[in-house]
């Protein structure tokens, strides 16, 4: 893609319905097309009703550059058994795109104590009390909408996190680990295969003043998967597991969990759907895990972790 104009340029102004399904996916995708003006709007009484918008230069996005987006985009709905909904274009003349582009963020309060909040709004006072984690929506998809991602904070809440050593496997923006941060543990060690992720994780830990070296203190990333993640633990498994990858990831990594999580540790299963579950548990047994669905929204579900060997 070309560079932005320096300026006399008119937008191309990309929306479509977005089903839940297919949220972090899209983002994902658009991101690694270059498209990182992203933001998904919905109404606070009915999240279902999402819409996905992206700003576009329009010298970038003739007709035929369109239309092979579409056609990028439309497998991403095939493993979901969707169809993806209709891009429609709206041109727009030129304008301050980030303004227009972050009009459509606002605060996100989650679960009992946690406030999601793009880095550029104040707190409200009604929220002043909740824990803070700001955040750069722009960056890398999963800020916190996503139904497998507040599972899994709203999760969090409940366990005692207050000094415990933390993996995030597949961090995406690195919301999960910083929730857990403000919630009391003290360091997060967390990876993700793509790139774009990992610059997120760590600008998002920098914004909020967490990062750190994954050990002692704070967060730190590493572009990888769970290898990478089973190196730079040092042999020193962790207390929590965070893992909001999809069903037949986690089934392929599975094996590899006991060099990520101590015996008597707890992992959080997300990303996966209510009717994978038992499937997913079932592998989970046979390499000697105990894995129970304990949340769910909608289609999606949050299973938990723990060891056969330790006794509940």
């Known amino acids: ?9 008119n937008w191309w102004r990309l929306s479509l319905a977005c089903p839940e399904e297919l949220e972090e996916s899209l983002v994902w995708k658009l991101q690694t097309l270059g498209i990182s003006r ?69 605060p996100d309060p989650v679960g009992a104590r946690l406030l999601i909040l793009p880095a550029w709004l104040e707190v409200p006072a009604d929220q002043a009390g909740r824990l803070l984690i700001r955040m750069d929506p ?25 000094g415990r050593r933390v993996v995030d496997l597949g961090c995406g923006s690195g919301v999960l680990g910083l929730a857990a941060l403000r919630l009391g543990a003290a ?28 050990h002692i203190h704070g967060l730190a990333v590493l572009q990888g998967s ?49 009717d994978q579950a038992d499937d997913l548990a079932q592998a989970l047994a046979e390499r000697g895990w105990r894995a129970e669905l304990t949340a769910q929204q909608d289609r999606w579900g949050l299973m938990t972790l723990r060891s056969q060997a330790v006794v509940p």
């Open 1 to 9: 893609m070309a560079s932005d104009p320096a300026g006399g340029n």
């Open 38 to 106: 992203v933001a998904l709007q919905y109404p606070p009484e009915a999240p279902e009703r999402r819409q996905l918008l992206a700003w576009l230069p329009e010298v970038d996005w003739p007709c035929d550059e369109r239309q092979e987006l579409a056609r990028a985009l439309a497998p991403l709905a095939e493993p979901f058994g969707l169809v993806l909904p209709e891009l429609e274009w709206r041109r727009q003349p030129d304008e301050d795109w980030s303004l227009s582009w972050k009009q459509h963020w606002q």
């Open 138 to 162: 722009g960056s890398a998809f999963g800020t916190g909408s996503h139904p497998t991602t507040r599972l899994c904070l709203e999760a969090l809440e409940t366990l005692p996190l207050a």
């Open 187 to 214: 360091a997060v060690l967390a990876a993700d295969i793509d790139p774009l992720a990992v610059r997120a994780t760590a600008g998002n830990a920098a914004l909020n003043q967490l990062a750190g070296d994954g």
């Open 226 to 274: 769970l290898e990478e993640l089973a190196e730079g633990l040092q042999g020193h498994p962790a207390d929590l597991m965070l893992c909001n990858i999809l069903a037949p990831v986690i089934e392929a990594l599975c094996g590899g969990f006991t060099r990520l999580l101590a015996p008597n540790g707890v992992g959080l299963l997300s990303g996966l759907l209510v």
